[in-house]
């Protein structure tokens, strides 16, 4: 027996192909439109044609930018795409493509097809093309210029190119029958007009290729072997194998279908994902609560934590629903062990400490991390008032509630055990100030009077503590299928999405640079945020993750 891990369906396909000699090695593409933000989706699917590449010798990925719609692509969606990629741990080396590159290359092969008889130029309206493919149930009928010359059919073909057709005139479109039923199989257009402008061809085509037709050239043309992609395009398969067949290419490529990733709670198409920012739901791709990948870069998701789930919720060929706590709980198990724990009072209450000048100690010495001394400790300053979770003080205590209340004893996190001895409120009723002593010499040790405490809360010192704006980020949406809903997604958003804290935090945390993370005790794991926090100046937290963890268990 041996212990490989158990291939998924199309690593078994590709270790065949090797095995049986029908290809060398293998060479995947992760083909985005650079028209949108990359999402957790997109994640899926360069986690599995990067990660393929790198399982086998000589084996390659390329990054190909599938540009060939002039009306919907911008440099800034190709710049924050290849950023993603790299963020990913992903490396294209040289092999980075345009399919804009390979339009001479799309116009030979439509010649050729005309040349035998395979393409022809068709000058009805959309409308009538529409209404003469049939349907399902009706089997379409031949456009009036379906059986034109070979000659006539390069003259017009050569007329589109030449710009003088408007749009919308006329479109060149494979002759492959009128009667399949699939609808993907009659007479698909190839070509239509469009007089604008490219992003890297500029104004030299007013003729452009369709998706179905391009995308099986750009693969054979990059001698892809294996081309991955979205179940959605299985009943495109047969088409893309016609092109491959009827074209003059330099290899076979053949694809392969998985299912997508979908996620609850979350939406995950890049319209849908355009809308919200364009409409200013959110504030920007990179907002952190988007699925882009900006945005969970700047909420402070690990990349690895990201790769790891990917390669966990694995490739089939069934679409499904993967629960989102199970993302959160890969990005907890990334960031347990890596990042350094520090305090932060997000709802803040005064302490004062009646006695401080009785206890020469200053200063809590902290770990860094509980499991791991190679994070060291710190030294934490501790003055006559600090601050507490407005939650770790109960007026009347409920049942098994072991912070602190009138009375009742509790330890700060690395210091001294502290006893209230009264506390105060305002006029609409609400605790302002709370007072205590501190025991003496009970850092780090019990109380010499054999006073024990259940729970260790944590503090800031008043004295030291900074201001910080600490953004609670919850779900998006309030509902688990946002895409189904019957308002539509807009109308599940979550008003409660954000929560902004105004914050105390340790000193240094003020100093530490944009993208910074760590875990604040009890509460959560939080980030610098990468565009407002200023070091020394202004600390802005985002919670990447809140802990699933209750106090009761902590201490
Ligand atoms: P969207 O559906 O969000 O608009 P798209 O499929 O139009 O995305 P492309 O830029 O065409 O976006 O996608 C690039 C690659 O990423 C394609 O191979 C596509 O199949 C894959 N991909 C897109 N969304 C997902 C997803 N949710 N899960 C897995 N792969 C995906
Ligand atoms: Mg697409």
Known sequence: MSDTPKLDFIREIIATDLTSGKHETT????????????????????????????????????????????????????????ADVKWLGFDWADDLYFASNYFEFFHDCAVHLINNGLAYVDEESPEEIKLHRGNVQTPGVPSKYRDRSVEQNLEKFADMRAGKFKEGEAVLRAKIGLTSSNMNMRDPVMYRIMHAKHHNTGNDWCIYPMYDFAHPLEDAHEHITHSLCTLEFENHRPLYNWFVEN????????????????????IMSKRKL???????????WDDPRLPTISGIRRRGYPPEAIRHFCKRIGITKYNGTTDVALLEHDIRDHLNP?????????????????????????????????????????????????????????????????????EKYVRLRGGPIIQCTGFEKNDSGEITL?????????????????????????????????????????????VEDPDAAEGGFLSVLNPESVDTANAKVEASLLLEPAGYSCQFERTGYFVTDSKEHIPGEKAVFNRTVALRDSWGKRR
């Open 338 to 406: 890596t990042a350094p724990r520090r305090m932060a009072v997000l709802n803040p209450l005064k302490v004062v400490i009646e006695n401080f000048s009785e206890e020469p100690t200053t200063t809590a010495v902290i770990q860094n991390h509980p499991q791991d001394e190679s994070f060291g400790e710190r030294e934490v300053s501790l003055s006559g008032e600090i601050f507490i979770e407005r939650d770790d003080f109960q007026e009347i205590p409920e049942k098994k509630y072991f912070r602190l209340a009138p």
């Open 274 to 284: 355009l809308q919200l920012v364009q409409e200013g739901h959110v504030s920007g």
């Open 27 to 82: 060479v995947t593409r992760f083909p985005p439109e650079p028209n949108g933000y990359l999402h957790l989706g997109h994640a899926k699917s360069i986690c599995l044609n990067f990660g393929i590449a790198e399982e086998h010798p000589n084996a390659k990925c390329n990054l190909r930018f599938d540009d060939t719609n002039p009306e919907k692509e911008e440099t800034e969606y190709v710049e924050s795409i290849k």
């Open 434 to 478: 709370v007072c205590v002593k501190l025991l003496p010499n009970t850092t780090g040790q019990d109380s010499p009077e054999g006073v024990k405490c259940k729970a260790a809360i944590h503090w800031v010192d008043a004295a030291t503590a900074v201001d910080a704006e600490v953004r609670l980020y919850d779900r998006l949406f309030t």
């Open 247 to 266: 074209c003059p290419v330099p290899s076979t490529p053949r694809q392969i279908e998985f299912a997508r990733l979908s996620l609850t709670y979350t």
